[in-house]
């Protein structure tokens, strides 16, 4: 086993114990935290896998993380208020069934991504950051004046949608829940990235012109990655809505895209557990310095500036001591 | 005589006021090494970016196996036949020799949309790509990272991407460029013996090997074919020797 594996499983394993060590002390203040950091990780997976992966620095990773929320947010409260979700051209109900509403964030993530991709990928570099920044803010202000679902107060989900038989008002069992579906989406990940098509994918991002000479056109493979990157964050966006219970356009703002490249920076680009260790430390910085200071940015901040400048693999590189991946 | 597979006709391409390329016709034979010589800036790069549709001429068309290819793109012309290597090897830095081979087998099969199987333990496409390496010379090296291999080194891998592509035809812009004499040497015994497997057309400054392998010449100046003939034909031309050869081949 590699070293970075060593430090995968350990990180995993961290990240389950310190969960189940405060849901056994009882403190569900920390479990809510653990589970933030696991459903912020997921969304830095899969992000990782357009940005680490791919080297398309999508600044608009927002728009699918809130319509994943908005999804899980409007299912839900039309099958809370008895109302139908539409009545037009066939009548569909609500439901606050997960597995539903996790089908219904990603299908609907995967299609908004297939048109922004599509149309993003035809620019590079900085005209990709900005336009995907450009779609993200059309959602974001599309949510925000859409009164039927809340515009700018978002949309409340009174109890938690159900999964089977389980308890998901418990911290312990929602974090549960959230933690599967981390490890599901990083396997899956995983596999992608060393599979034909990751093989497309790394060359796609070192070196187009190799790629289109052999066959294959460049555009595909990325718009390939964006979607199914998208894709994975409409999950942890449907995971997020019910760990708060709410939904808001600030889902959809371009802080929270900044804030998934940093997780991503900050644990290690294109490292499989690199977003996640990266969204645990933002998380935790939160927590602990947002005790101390309002201004918890600052530190934040000064952290980030220093992993860019020491520390090029982020927290994974700097302790592994391997810069690149491959 | 067989049909050419590779036929350009009358070929034009401006850039602003310069014409890179003006009226080029030119054919490449089953079996031959047909050489394109003459100096820098004479347009060859840019008659080789045409042909495998990197960029579009103005005027004139190219026929692959007796059809145009006007309409295809780049990828489509590498599907379809069309092998290219560059005069600064293209490769994936971050990847291992062996899988920069492997994507160019899995492109071949048009298989490359598989998301789940790890590349790793697909046995069929590790042997393919691992006999490509040894073809090229680099099996020994299958495992370093190409961005770790010599300069030498990552032009045989450029080869083994080439040959797993197994195309009908070579395009080929200045394989010799940068090599050590000897390493030239064992170059122009590999390139004599690829064109057995797929005709070569071949962009080359290294006078001796192109003496060595070409069967035909074409002599390129000022984006016009001023001459085209066998090595001999090519020698004793005294147009070209003003144009290019020089006092060297006199």
């Known amino acids: ?134 779609f993200a803010q059309m959602v974001y202000y599309f949510a925000i004046s859409w009164p039927a679902y809340g515009g700018e107060d978002g949309l409340s989900i009174y109890v938690r949608n159900t999964l089977g038989t389980l308890d998901t008002m418990s911290p312990w069992t929602f974090f549960l829940i959230s933690y599967a579906l981390l490890l599901l989406v990083l396997g899956l990940v995983l596999m992608a990235t060393r599979s034909r098509f990751g093989l497309a994918l790394a060359m796609a991002r070192q070196n187009p012109l190799r790629l289109t000479s052999m066959g294959v056109r460049p555009f595909n493979v990325r718009l390939t990655a964006f979607v ?69 940015q600052l530190p934040l901040g000064i952290i980030l500036l220093l992993v860019v400048l020491f520390a090029r693999g982020g927290v994974i590189g700097l302790v592994t001591g391997r810069r690149s991946h491959a | 005589m067989p049909d050419p597979i590779l036929k350009i006709i009358g070929l034009e391409k401006s850039f602003g006021a310069l014409k890179a390329t003006n009226g080029v016709t030119l054919d490449l034979y089953p079996g031959e090494i047909h050489a394109l010589i003459g100096p820098n800036g004479a347009g060859k790069s840019t008659l080789i970016k045409q042909i495998v549709g990197e960029i579009r001429q103005d005027t004139g068309t190219i026929a692959f196996e007796g ?26 830095p971050e990847l291992s020799a062996l899988k920069n081979v492997m994507l160019a087998v899995e492109a071949r099969e048009g298989r490359v949309f598989r998301f789940f199987r790890p590349v790793n333990r697909d046995l069929g496409l590790t042997d393919a790509a691992m006999a490509f390496l040894y073809d090229a010379g680099l099996g020994e090296r299958a495992t370093v990272r190409a961005g770790d291999l010599s300069h030498g080194e990552r032009r045989q891998l450029e080869f083994a991407i080439a040959l797993a592509m197994k195309p009908k035809v070579f395009l080929m812009d200045e394989p010799m460029a940068g090599l050590s004499p000897d390493g030239s040497k064992r170059m122009t015994a590999f390139l004599d013996k690829l064109r057995a497997t797929a005709p070569i057309l071949l962009v080359e400054h290294d ?36 144009a290019y050869l020089g006092d060297e081949a006199a």
């Open chain 1, 1 to 134: 086993m590699s070293r970075e594996t060593i430090l995968n499983l350990v990180v995993l394993a961290a990240l389950f114990l310190v969960a189940l060590a405060a849901s056994l002390s009882g403190q569900p203040y920390l479990v809510t935290l653990a589970t933030k950091a696991t459903i912020l990780g997921l969304a830095g997976i899969g992000l990782n896998l357009a940005l680490g992966y791919g080297g398309l620095v999508s600044f608009g990773h927002a728009a699918f993380f809130g319509i994943g929320g908005y999804a899980a947010g409007i299912l839900a409260s039309a099958a809370q208020n008895y109302e139908p979700l539409m009545t037009w051209p066939v009548e569909l109900p609500g439901t606050t069934s997960m597995p539903i509403i996790w089908l219904t964030a990603v299908i609907a993530a995967g299609l908004v991504a297939l048109p922004i991709g599509a149309l993003s990928l035809r620019t590079g570099g900085v005209h990709f950051i900005m336009i995907t920044l450009a």
């Open chain 2, 67 to 92: 059809q145009s290819i006007d309409h295809l793109d780049a990828a489509d012309r590498a599907r379809i036949g069309l092998a290219r290597t560059f005069q600064v090897s293209q490769v994936a």
């Open chain 2, 207 to 242: 006078m001796e090997a192109v003496f060595a392998l070409a069967d035909r010449i074409s002599v390129l100046v000022y984006g016009q074919v001023i001459a085209t003939g066998t090595v001999a034909e090519i020698r004793a031309n005294p147009e070209v020797r003003t």
């Open chain 1, 228 to 296: 199914l990157s998208a894709m994975a964050v409409g999950l942890a966006g449907a995971l997020y809505a019910d760990l708060n219970r709410f939904v808001s356009p600030t889902m959809l703002s371009w802080h929270l895209s900044g804030e998934l490249i940093v997780f991503v920076i900050l644990g290690g680009v294109g490292r499989p557990c690199g977003p996640l260790i990266g969204a645990a430390l933002y998380v935790l910085l939160e927590s602990e310095l947002g005790r101390l200071t309002e201004y918890w």
